[in-house]
């Protein structure tokens, strides 16, 4: 089974709108950690956002919020007021477990997200 | 600070030659991590380590190998380059487990 899931290949919002990326993981770790990264055409990795799963509220990051789901397992990003700049590749990421040897982070396939003016 | 930097930026091997990808970062890091990152599968963990002297393999470690003998760089060698090996290879730090990876710009290696 897949630790990740996005099962969006591709997003189409319109500029300024809020758009809903999902992720939903598979875990039996009560410790882990979820990220999310955006991969822009000229292929850098830029950090977004994170959440850990022993955090109560929801993680916010500027336009980035991620809304965190523990019982369903879902971890979803949302941009609002999106913006032609977001147009770009979106992965969700997840860590399991805690403590130095469980550094590993396992990707989803990713979502593409196009921004229409 | 530079960051994480990785040299080459393109690389074109034949098959059955060896290569070894350099990556360094100068912010300290503990944690450093290899990637590839092939259409449609996201990014895949070659292997990884937690420190000086201290690496372990990822999901897909076969045909490459690693070592870390300081903080700063963490190369990965190719022993025998195979066209299935033809991907976008991503070095990244963090300064703890738990902390987000910073990745550095990638190296795009073609086997032929």
């Known amino acids: 089974a897949q630790k990740i899931t996005q099962t969006q290949p591709g997003m189409f919002v319109q500029e300024k709108e809020a758009v809903t990326l999902d992720c939903t993981y598979d875990t039996s770790d009560q410790s882990y950690g979820l990220f999310w990264y955006k991969q822009p055409s000229s292929g850098e990795m830029i950090f977004l956002i994170y959440q850990g799963s022993y955090d109560e509220q929801n993680a916010t990051e500027g336009r980035y919020s991620l809304n965190f789901q523990k019982a369903r397992k879902s971890a979803n990003l949302v941009i609002s007021a999106s913006q032609l700049g977001d147009s770009a590749m979106y992965f969700c990421?997840?860590?399991?477990?805690?403590?130095?040897?469980?550094?590993?982070?396992?990707f989803g396939k990713g979502t593409l997200l196009t921004v229409n003016p | 600070n530079a960051g994480v930097t990785q040299t080459p930026k393109f690389q074109v091997l034949k098959t059955g030659q060896s290569m070894t990808l350099q990556c360094a970062q100068d912010?300290?890091?503990?944690?450093m991590s290899w990637y590839r990152q092939d259409p449609g599968m996201g990014l895949r963990l070659i292997h990884y380590s937690v420190g000086a002297g201290i690496t372990d393999q990822g999901e897909v470690p076969n045909g490459y190998n690693v070592s870390r003998s300081t903080t700063e760089d963490f190369p990965l060698r190719l022993l025998s380059a195979a066209p299935s090996q033809t991907s976008v290879y991503f070095c990244?730090?963090?300064?703890?487990?738990?902390?987000?990876?910073?990745f550095g710009p990638g190296t795009r290696l073609t086997v032929t």
């Open positions: 990244a730090s963090s300064p703890t487990y738990n902390n987000e990876q910073y």
């Open positions: 990421a997840m860590r399991e477990g805690s403590g130095g040897s469980n550094y590993k982070l396992t």
């Open positions: 912010m300290n890091h503990e944690y």
